[in-house]
């Protein structure tokens, strides 16, 4: 039976790479020279941003998310939290990468999946949903029903099987 994985996952080497770029360009550019505006990474590969001033860790954050726009990083994969103040009159603010299918998005794919009423079958499978139907059509509509739904996350769709 033909089938799909929906997934969302987060291209790490992209991030990485759209970081490095942001970290260079913040070191670079004229109206961040001497704010103490940095990034950082850290073990679970989210972002920090220390800045000297709530408007220039927002502007590092813009900086971030163009380059990660750039690189081909869907935006809604940032879960940017709020500004904290620091020691010396500083703020930071931690940037957190939304990786994986939580359960709770699972279970809203498989009953929009559910609603839409083509014949096909979503199952949860780990930080994954199968949608299996006995049809190629049958599956394209479901992804177009997924797609249509815009959650609030990145989607791809993988393993599309005949």
């Not at 799909?4 to 490095?20: I, P």
């Not at 990474?41 to 220039?56: M, T, Y």
Request: cysteine-free; aromatic content about 4%.
């Amino acid at each position: 039976m033909p089938s799909f994985d929906v997934v969302s996952e987060v291209d790490l080497m992209e991030v990485e790479n759209a970081f490095n770029q942001a970290r260079k360009e913040i070191a670079q550019r004229f109206d961040f020279k001497g704010t103490h505006t940095e990034l950082e990474r850290d073990k679970e590969q989210n972002v920090l941003i220390r800045a000297g001033s709530e408007g220039r860790a927002e502007a590092a954050l813009q900086v971030l998310m163009e380059k990660l726009a750039k690189r081909g990083v869907a935006l809604e994969s940032l879960d940017p939290q709020k500004l904290e103040p620091a020691s010396g009159g500083h703020v930071r603010q931690l940037v957190k990468l939304k990786r994986g299918l939580k359960i709770e998005d699972a279970r809203k794919i498989v009953a929009k999946v559910k609603e839409s009423g083509i014949k096909v079958q979503a199952a949860i499978q780990g930080d994954a949903v199968r949608v299996t139907g006995k049809k190629r059509d049958d599956l394209q509509a479901a992804i177009h029903a997924i797609r249509a739904a815009a959650f609030p996350i990145p989607l791809q769709f993988q393993n599309f099987r005949d």
